[in-house]
């Protein structure tokens, strides 16, 4: 019985001193499908299409994501974590959401399908199907891996002000 004590209080400390490194060096640890697992880091880069960013969705979204377990609770408004995406879509860029696809100004996004439910076999909310031109200060956000990500194939573009900062990766698996 001590052993293991010895062995979960050590492991407790290792996760003490993580998360204060992460918070002390502003790190991300991301632990999700949509992005590669690891540790990420904020940094001071402009928003453009393709890079990476950390978002507190709008809490109508974070809300849902929260009640079928998509997301995990978190510090952002609504309770729910940060996620790490990838803006896809910026400001008079077109969009084109079929359930096959999404493509960005002509161009297909890889494993952007739509799923008509989730895993748990419920209808997966979506925006109506078609063609949309992101207005002043939308952005349109992707997971880069998971085709099942929770991104703006489900609840369509989103403001800029969600966007808490940009990221990279440090150390990925």
């Not at 001193?17 to 640890?29: D, P, S």
Request: glycine letters at 8%; charged letters at 20%.
């Amino acid at each position: 019985m001590t052993t293991t004590k010895s062995v979960f209080g050590v492991i407790f400390c290792i996760l003490v001193v993580a998360a204060g490194l992460t918070l002390a060096f502003h790190c991300r640890i991301n632990m999700t499908n949509s992005m590669p697992r690891g540790l990420y880091r904020e940094v001071n880069a402009p928003l453009k299409k393709g890079a990476l960013v950390e978002v507190c969705l709008p809490v109508s979204i974070a809300k849902l994501g929260l009640e079928r377990h998509y997301i995990h609770p978190g510090n952002c408004p609504g309770q729910a974590e940060p996620l790490l995406k990838q803006v896809a879509g910026l400001t008079g860029d077109e969009i084109e959401l079929q359930q096959g696809y999404v493509a960005i100004n002509g161009k297909r996004w890889p494993n952007s399908a739509t799923l008509y439910a989730d895993e748990n076999q419920r209808i997966m909310p979506s925006i109506a199907r078609g063609n949309y031109t992101l207005r002043q200060s939308e952005v349109w956000l992707m997971g880069l891996r998971d085709p099942r990500s929770w991104d703006s194939r489900y609840y369509g573009a989103i403001d800029q002000q969600h966007i808490k900062s940009t990221v990279e990766p440090l150390l990925t698996w």
